[in-house]
């Protein structure tokens, strides 16, 4: 089994910056891909950024240029940089895991259990 432990949300006002974090841990794995999303309320969950563990990236159009993700893949932990924030912004994050799991690397994805972003004056 495997855990997503996120940490960094918080309270910030528009123009600021906030780093969010998602260390994986628990079974032995390999990352397919990690990744960010984010659900406001009466809104759906969307896809904010993602990075494959090939490198590859996947940003949301509305977050391009402001935000940043990496993985560091010594620590399993993937970081979502976000600058120039905006009220929009304010949401609930959530990281994501498409993982190979175990001796017989079959696939498995997980969520963490979620950060408050708010983004406010």
């Known amino acids: 089994q495997v855990q997503l432990v996120e940490s960094g949300g918080g309270l910030v006002q528009p123009g600021g910056s906030l780093r969010l974090s998602c260390a994986a841990s628990?079974?032995?794995?390999?990352?397919?891909?990690m990744g960010w999303y984010r659900q406001s309320p009466g809104k759906e969950r969307e896809l904010v950024a993602a990075?494959?563990?090939?490198?590859?990236?996947n940003y949301a159009d509305s977050v391009k240029g402001r935000f940043t993700i990496t993985i560091d893949n010594a620590k399993n932990t993937v970081y979502l940089q976000m600058n120039s924030l905006k009220p929009e912004d304010t949401a609930v994050y959530y990281c994501?895991?498409?993982?190979?799991?175990?001796?017989?690397?079959?696939?498995?994805?997980?969520w963490g259990q979620g950060t408050q972003v708010t983004v406010s004056s």
């Open positions: 990075k494959t563990g090939g490198g590859s990236t």
């Open positions: 628990g079974s032995s794995f390999s990352i397919d891909a």
């Open positions: 994501n895991a498409a993982l190979r799991v175990g001796i017989w690397r079959y696939e498995a994805n997980y």
